[in-house]
């Protein structure tokens, strides 16, 4: 006997499958187009943290005396390094207005005014996301935004330092040099304190308030001796303390030969500002004649870094012009990763004469150097046997710096802070 029509049930499945089919493309939609989304946004964040990175490093190695035109550069920084950054396979929208110097959030540990915030987008309007199921129901686009927030912070050790110590600035009352410029420190003074031989060495030339005196809050500080013009001259102890005087120093080990490998190469000794370099630490005063290590030093280290960028690097003062021979001016060497920007340590000159005069017999000379701050510099030549360089930062590696005000911490860390 024939089934009734409408008792027959043929067909049911497909009706079932139909409406199922409805629901797996929803579920795609959610799974697929949100699994895109969440991808793009932790791109979104990489490319927001790189770029902030990126931007808080020009700001770090910047001239703070000319902020419209750093400012322009850490925007313009920060938007390449962004969009080399592809988010979902396409460069996220940045623009210079994007990137904002601000005061840095509340606890933060590094220079206070020094943060830069950076926004990346792919949304509506701004390069928005694709959407694959969605368009199903009507969503065309879907979006995301990410933000990062890089500080400036000073640091506390370093490593790669050569093995010259030079003096910190001091307050300087006596110029015999014409012109006379009494209480102002200049690259041809001289550190006028005590008699240095006969009868009365060690003695005060006068009275102390008309003296040379070194007052560590006035030593070199940032940023205005950036791009400083230094000539170093080979010291020994015996030597009046001048601008250019500079200390042999021993790093893993004593002799010429030692010494100039530690010009020519990276030694990893880490040194940290307040570090008192002596024979019990294995970083001592070089008594020795080092003027041909010196030499052959600079000039092997000179060679390898032309070789390693192909053209030779020089300094480049703020506004792009290289400097002049004889030109201090704030700006930076035009290869940024040459060899020939090194870390010197900077000492306590009071502490060292002091030392000299009035501690134990050094017989040997190694006289014990107390590390007030460590600061970069750019070897740009030898001239004879001096060493032609310029003041500037350096990075930082380790801990971030404390004790040390912030004007007077040449050494560079930048951190993601937000």
């Known amino acids: 006997m024939r089934r009734a029509i409408w008792r ?3 067909g049911a499945v497909l009706v079932h499958v139909a409406v199922a089919l409805v629901g797996l493309l ?4 959610l799974t697929i187009d949100y699994g895109v989304l969440w991808v793009a946004r932790r791109q979104a964040q990489n490319a927001a943290d790189a770029a902030a990175l990126a931007a808080a ?3 770090a190695y910047g001239d703070l005396t000319d902020m419209t035109t750093l400012t322009a550069r850490v925007k313009a920084v920060g938007v390449s390094v962004a969009q080399q950054h592809l988010v979902w396979g396409q460069a996220p929208s940045v623009t210079p207005d994007d990137i904002t110097i601000i005061t840095c959030p509340p606890l933060t540990p590094g220079v206070p005014d020094q943060c830069v915030r950076v926004e990346v987008f792919r949304r509506q309007g701004r390069s928005p996301l694709p959407t694959f199921f969605g368009n199903l129901v009507g969503v065309t686009s879907q979006g995301v935004q990410a933000t990062a927030t890089a500080q400036v912070a000073v640091g506390a050790t370093t490593s790669c330092v050569r093995p010259w110590a030079i003096p910190d600035k001091w307050l300087d009352r006596i110029d015999d040099d014409a012109p006379k410029d009494i209480d102002t420190w200049t690259m041809d003074d001289t550190f006028n304190r005590y008699y240095e031989s006969g009868a009365l060495k060690g003695e005060l030339l006068g009275p102390v308030e008309t003296l040379d005196e070194y007052v560590p809050s006035m030593g070199y500080k940032v940023p205005d001796d950036i791009g400083l013009r230094v000539k170093l001259k080979v010291g020994s102890p015996q030597d009046t303390i001048s601008p250019g005087f500079f200390l042999p120093i021993s790093i893993g080990g004593t002799g010429g030969n030692v010494y100039q490998e530690n010009i020519e190469e990276c030694n990893p000794h880490q040194f940290a ?5 002596s024979t019990e630490e294995g970083v001592e005063v070089e008594p020795g004649n080092m003027i041909g290590p010196t030499k052959h030093g600079v000039d092997n280290l000179i060679a390898a870094d032309t070789l390693m960028n192909g053209e030779e690097a020089v ?3 703020t506004d792009g012009h290289v400097a002049s021979a004889n030109e201090d001016c704030a700006g930076y060497p035009s290869t940024g990763t040459s060899l020939r ?3 010197l340590p900077v000492f306590d000159v009071q502490a060292y004469l002091d030392e000299k005069y009035f501690g134990e017999d050094k017989t040997t000379g190694r006289f014990n150097l107390k590390i007030t701050r460590l600061v970069g510099f750019f070897i740009e030549r030898m001239q004879g046997n001096d060493v032609i360089g310029r003041v500037t930062y350096y990075p930082a590696n380790g ?4 004790g040390t005000a912030n004007n007077a911490n040449f050494l560079r860390k930048i951190i993601l802070v937000r």
């Not at 929803?26 to 939609?29: T, Y």
């Not at 500002?273 to 370099?277: A, F, M």
């Open 8 to 10: 027959d049930d043929r």
């Open 26 to 29: 929803a579920f795609s939609s």
């Open 57 to 59: 490093h020009s700001l």
């Open 273 to 277: 500002i307040g570090d008192v370099l």
């Open 315 to 317: 300094w480049k003062c």
């Open 341 to 343: 920007i090194v870390p």
């Open 399 to 402: 801990t971030l710096g404390s």
